[in-house]
Nanobody, 122 residues
Framework: QVQLVESGGGLVQAGESLRLSCTASGSIVSINTMSWFRQAPGKQRELVADITSAGSTKYSDSVKGRFTISSDNSKNTVYLQMNSLKPEDTAVYYC????????????????WGQGTQVTVSS
């Protein structure tokens, strides 16, 4: 089993910054990809950014140039630095990881964090 603990959400004004963190623990052999998703009220959950174990990153068009995803593989932790926040960034942000939990198989499993609220006021 794998547990994810997120932190860093809060209430900020437009133009300000926040940094989210997510640490994975438990039965981890290796982590393939760490991602941040978000879900605003009445909307579907969407991918914000992800990073592979090799450091390759991908961003949604709506956050490109404002958000930066990074990771510390030694700590099984992923970060999301969010700058120039806009009211439309308001959502619950979820961490997701794809984890290999056994040396006997290459199967990876998906785990989700509990979510952290980010609210941006205008």
């Amino acid at each position: 089993q794998v547990q994810l603990v997120e932190s860093g959400g809060g209430l900020v004004q437009a133009g300000e910054s926040l940094r989210l963190s997510c640490t994975a623990s438990g039965s981890i052999v290796s982590i393939n990809t760490m991602s941040w998703f978000r879900q605003a009220p009445g909307k579907q959950r969407e991918l914000v950014a992800d990073i592979t174990s090799a450091g390759s990153t991908k961003y949604s068009d709506s956050v490109k140039g404002r958000f930066t995803i990074s990771s510390d593989n030694s700590k099984n932790t992923v970060y999301l630095q969010m700058n120039s926040l806009k009211p439309e960034d308001t959502a619950v942000y979820y961490c997701q990881v794809l984890v290999r939990t056994s040396t006997r198989t290459t199967t990876v499993y998906q785990y989700w964090g509990q979510g952290t609220q980010v609210t941006v006021s205008s």
